[in-house]
């Protein structure tokens, strides 16, 4: 952030302690006992989402703000720990293991204030939980859009014709998702129930159905390559047909985007069903009135795992069955058809592990970053990273 002069920086410590003044500010910060709240000088215009001054998500903000001097128009860097869960959803939306986290190079400056915090450890992590489903629903948006844009303009042919039902379960999926997240961090508390429940078993039916299918990608991959080992497929590569049949896509050669459909149903699944575990979770944990961070972070850990596993696979399988070449016999219609198959699996194997730069949401070591403006009307301005 190149552009963000620091003006000045803040350290807030919670629960409210009496602070040593000796105490680092470094090591309360990347321990998880700091909140780091960095003035910065005004910017251009970035978009954001505005959030009211009555919202659950401006509300948990304000007694930092409030200990940072803020006013109306000002601009501030927040720097808090939000647990594992962070860098746990990372991979789980599909970001990859490598190269999607900040280094801890940043750091705050010798002449940092420590200032006590009048926050309860649950009103912290209540914020932590906050800051973590806000985050969710830019990661996912812009792992879907990275992902999908990508295989969209190497395959020119795709769209949605097919698989109705499937578009359909999607749909309603991505809509409870929108008005959860509208619940949770907004005007009003979350309810007893949102509608997460039935949604979320009709999501996990339908991931549990596709991944059997992808490990049937992986399979079709392996009896490929041991089928070539044995000298059993054409000089130039697969034939079409036998292609068609191993990955279990119905009129394959007519309709070649089939292929990429199914693939991108299944990601954007799974980048559904990780959000939602996240806004359950936090309607939960909100809920309770607890606010139990750790809790928060142990409920999701497994589902994220699984997910970032089943992520892995998706994109390992896609990449096998892209390696052999498809074709048919010469001088037959099926020669420009095998083609056209070939470029859409290999489209959608670059596709899919396509990872857009996330680094100005996760800083690692469980902590995040938020670039917030304070309106004069109270309101808050959550920018959208660059």
Do not use: C
Request: aromatic share 4%; no cysteine; glycine share 8%.
């Amino acid at each position: 952030m190149a552009d963000q002069a620091p003006t000045d920086k803040v350290v807030h410590i919670f629960p409210t302690v009496e602070v040593d003044a000796h105490a680092d500010p470094w090591e309360l910060l990347h321990s998880g006992r700091g909140i780091a709240v960095e003035e910065l000088s005004r910017v251009a215009s970035r978009k954001g989402t505005v959030y009211p001054a009555t919202s659950s998500f401006a509300r948990g903000l304000q007694p930092v703000l409030d200990l940072a001097e803020s006013t109306g128009g000002k601009l501030f860097r927040v720097e808090l720990p939000t647990g594992s869960t962070i860098d746990q959803l990372v991979p789980a939306l599909g970001g990859g293991y490598r190269g999607m986290v900040r280094g801890a190079g940043k750091g705050i400056s010798g002449h940092a204030r420590l200032v006590p915090v009048g926050m309860t450890t649950a009103k912290a992590a209540k914020m932590g939980v906050l800051a973590v489903a806000v985050a969710a629903d830019y990661l996912a948006q812009q792992e879907l859009n990275a992902k999908l844009d990508s295989i969209q303009r190497g395959v020119d042919h795709l769209v949605e014709r097919s698989y109705a039902d499937d578009r359909a379960l999607l749909s309603v999926a991505a809509a409870t998702i929108v008005e959860a997240q509208a619940a949770i961090v907004g005007e009003h508390a979350p309810s007893v129930s949102l509608g997460l429940d039935s949604t979320a078993s009709d999501l996990r039916r339908f991931v549990e159905r596709e991944r059997e299918w992808a490990q049937g990608l992986a399979r079709a991959a392996a009896k490929i390559d041991q089928l070539g080992k044995e000298g059993k497929l054409e000089t130039d590569g697969v034939p079409v047909d036998l292609f068609e049949q191993l990955i279990g896509v119905e009129d394959l050669k007519a309709t070649p985007w089939r292929f990429a459909e199914k693939v991108t149903n299944y990601y954007r699944a799974l980048v559904l069903d990780s959000h939602l575990a996240v806004l359950a979770t936090a309607e939960a944990t909100l809920g309770s009135g607890r606010g139990d961070l750790t809790e928060f972070q142990r409920v999701l850990e497994r589902r994220l795992r699984v997910n970032a596993i089943r992520q892995e696979e998706l994109a390992a399988a896609t990449e096998a069955i892209a390696r052999e070449s498809i074709t048919a016999k010469v001088f037959q219609r099926k020669m420009k058809e095998a083609h056209a198959v070939e470029r859409v699996v290999r489209d959608v194997a670059f596709g899919i592990r396509t990872s857009p730069r996330i680094s100005d949401v996760v800083l690692g070591s469980g902590r995040q970053e938020m670039v917030i403006e304070v309106l004069k009307s109270g309101d808050v301005r959550l920018l959208d990273p660059k």
